[in-house]
């Protein structure tokens, strides 16, 4: 029970390690913090300097859009249709406000701001009962948020003024006075002193307007608001001309009319000039009149030729801003599939890393098994018939797809035909010494006979790995210089148990001088089959020589045996995967032949070569080629 809870546990891990691709990614909060911050820099520009405020928000926009972070894309739309209302091009600011709105219904405070500004400007286009619907809607998203409040209710105030409408224009300016001073919102009082101020205008209130634009320009000196300022500026001035001063009322006409030129707002500029022309009517200066009516209908042209280019050229940075978000969504899309792949790959080698679990998981329990069958005697049978079944049932499965699952089926078989020996040997031993029918001498003797076969067992079962590894992910090589000399003394300890047994001589002519540029890891594979094979093809008494030379640039290393040898015909199938090609040793030893295809791989892994020279009844030389490291090399 326990060995089955630990499979479950071991296949639940496996696809927690694995897991599926995520549909959406989430914005990493250190990404979102920029974009907060190219926000809040262009909206302390935009007042000032609405082109500059504008391109960095179109930076905050490309940004958004590159991280799938949807508020940022639409605070950047809401920021860029602020800075076309700034320069009073109202068609365009309202393209990208619209824009904005589908991005900002996660945040309810942001859709109000930009409803707010979407009011506004339509308060501006005299489009007055859609400013109020906005208005409202902005209203009731901002809920108990008193810094929205303030600013809503001080954008509805200019709505009363454009209707006339100046009872409900002093209530919303109170309301707004009160939200605004909650906030300590300087820029908002001084707008709403502004607002105050128009109203006496036009009611006719000549102390109480002095009083409210005397108030707003103290604030307005402390604040960078251009546009408030350059308002502030014709407002004295038409209040100078209520007081018939009308030199100081040419004055501060003039000035306002510079501030609208520095920010490029042509409707204030023309409020400017309607001032002046009044005043030069009232000193029945005609032609002074006249020259600001030749401006003003300048102003009007340049302002339909500046509507037509801003048009155009909307329509340009339009379609050069969404170029650029098609890219971004394109290379998103081109992510998404790729790390999609990754994790479905990811998936395919957990389930083949718990299939050979649990096929050798299937060994051991049967191991168990055998050791306690007087126990479980009758419950065994039971379990061979249905195996015995279940095999039938696979090797008939085997055989209908094995066209489409090739290296599944090479692993079963290998499996299968070259660990099956060994353990069962081991099994028939263990049976018969349980029952007393061998001495411990007998099992040390029968041990030392087998162990050649266990040792091919072993090295079967490295390649299966190695090999299996190879062919599902692709291996990674990590070279460094090897000395081939050391190796071959190394594999000389690791077979010194099989050379003993059919007293073969290992000779190491190595050049001890000459290092290769591979991964060690690789090497000792390669080394470990090709002279596992030599031993296993070479007569008792025989002999292996290996040997390493310089040659056209490379390090070859050559493993040579005085065996039994091959014909051409067999030397052609030792490296094609689909003739499985293998012969048993001089003592009878398997093989499968896939340590020599893993060998091939491996070795043009690391920018090598393999070949073979054989000759039947005389022997097989196995020729490889490896980097010289670097430095050697003269690279």
Not at 45 to 74: C, F, M, N, T, W
Not at 141 to 146: R, S, Y
Not at 409 to 427: C, N
Not at 546 to 571: L, P, Q, R
Request: positive net charge.
């Amino acid at each position: 029970m326990k060995l089955w809870l630990g499979l479950f546990l071991l296949v639940s891990f496996s696809f927690h390690a694995f897991p599926a691709a995520k549909k959406d990614s989430i914005p990493v909060a250190s990404d979102i913090a920029t974009i907060k911050l190219l926000l809040q820099k262009s909206r302390l520009l935009v007042l000032k300097d609405p082109d500059a405020a504008r391109k960095i928000a179109e930076q905050a926009l490309v940004y958004s859009k590159r991280i799938k972070y949807d508020l940022g894309v639409g605070n950047s739309f809401n920021i860029i249709g602020v800075s076309y209302w700034v320069q009073s091009f109202l068609p365009v600011s309202q393209f990208y406000l619209t824009l904005a709105v589908p991005y900002l219904k996660t945040d309810k405070l942001a859709l109000s701001s930009c409803y707010r500004n979407i009011a506004r400007n339509y308060t501006e286009l005299k489009n007055f009962n859609t400013a109020a619907h906005f208005f409202d809607l902005a209203l009731k998203l901002a809920g108990n948020d008193i810094a929205g409040k303030a600013e809503i209710y001080t954008e509805y105030t200019s709505l009363c003024n454009a209707e006339g409408d100046f009872k409900k224009g002093l209530r919303y300016i109170d309301t707004a006075f009160k939200y605004s001073r909650l906030t300590k919102n300087d820029n908002l009082i001084g707008i709403l002193y502004s607002r105050l101020g128009q109203i006496y205008l036009k009611q006719g209130r000549i102390d109480a307007t002095e009083r409210a634009l005397d108030t707003c320009r103290q604030i307005a000196l402390t604040l960078h608001n251009k546009r408030l300022r350059s308002v502030l500026m014709i407002d004295q001035s038409r209040l100078f001309v209520l007081k018939n001063n009308l030199l100081q009322a040419t004055a501060y006409a003039n000035k306002g009319y510079l501030l609208a030129d520095t920010i490029g707002s042509p409707e204030l500029k023309l409020r400017a000039l309607n001032v002046l022309k009044e005043v030069y009517k009232k000193e029945g200066n005609l032609r002074q009149a006249m020259q600001m009516q030749g401006i003003t209908n300048e102003i009007y042209k340049q302002i339909a030729i500046l509507n037509n280019e801003k048009s155009l050229k909307l329509i340009k940075d339009y379609f050069v801003l969404n170029d650029k978000l098609n890219r971004i969504e394109q290379t998103n899309i081109d992510n998404n599939a790729n790390e999609a792949l990754i994790h479905t790959q990811h998936r395919t080698i957990a389930l083949l890393v718990i299939l050979l679990v649990i096929a050798l998981t299937f060994m051991i329990v049967i191991f168990v098994y055998y050791k306690q069958k007087h126990q479980l005697n009758t419950k065994l049978q039971a379990q061979h018939k249905v195996l015995f079944e279940q095999k039938k049932l696979i090797e008939i499965q085997r055989t209908d797809l094995e066209n489409v699952n090739k290296l599944k089926d090479k692993l079963l078989a290998i499996i299968g035909h070259d660990l099956r020996t060994p353990i069962a040997s081991l099994t028939g031993i263990t049976d018969m010494f349980a029952n007393d029918y061998l001495t411990a001498d007998e099992v040390k003797k029968l041990m030392l006979e087998i162990a050649p076969i266990v040792k091919g067992a072993e090295l079967t079962l490295a390649n299966l790995i190695d090999f299996a590894g190879n062919q599902i992910k692709g291996q990674n090589v990590s070279a460094i210089a090897i000395n081939i000399c050391e190796v071959t003394d190394e594999m000389q300890e690791t077979f010194q148990h099989q050379l003993q047994h059919k007293n073969i001589s290992l000779i190491n002519n190595c050049d001890d001088s000459i290092n290769v540029w591979v991964d060690p890891n690789h090497i000792k594979v390669i080394m470990r089959n090709l002279i596992s094979n030599a031993i296993k093809f070479t007569n008792p008494n025989g002999r292996i020589i290996v040997t390493s030379k310089i040659k056209n640039g490379k390090v070859e290393i050559c493993v040579d045996d005085n065996g039994v040898g091959m014909n051409a015909a067999e030397a052609e199938k030792l490296f094609m995967p689909n003739q499985h090609f293998s012969q048993r040793g001089t003592s009878g030893e398997t093989g499968t032949g896939l340590g020599l295809l893993l060998c091939k791989e491996l070795i043009e892994l690391n920018k090598g070569e393999l070949r073979v020279e054989a000759i039947a009844g005389q022997g097989c030389c196995f020729y490889f080629t490896l980097p010289l490291p670097l430095a050697a090399s003269g690279r």
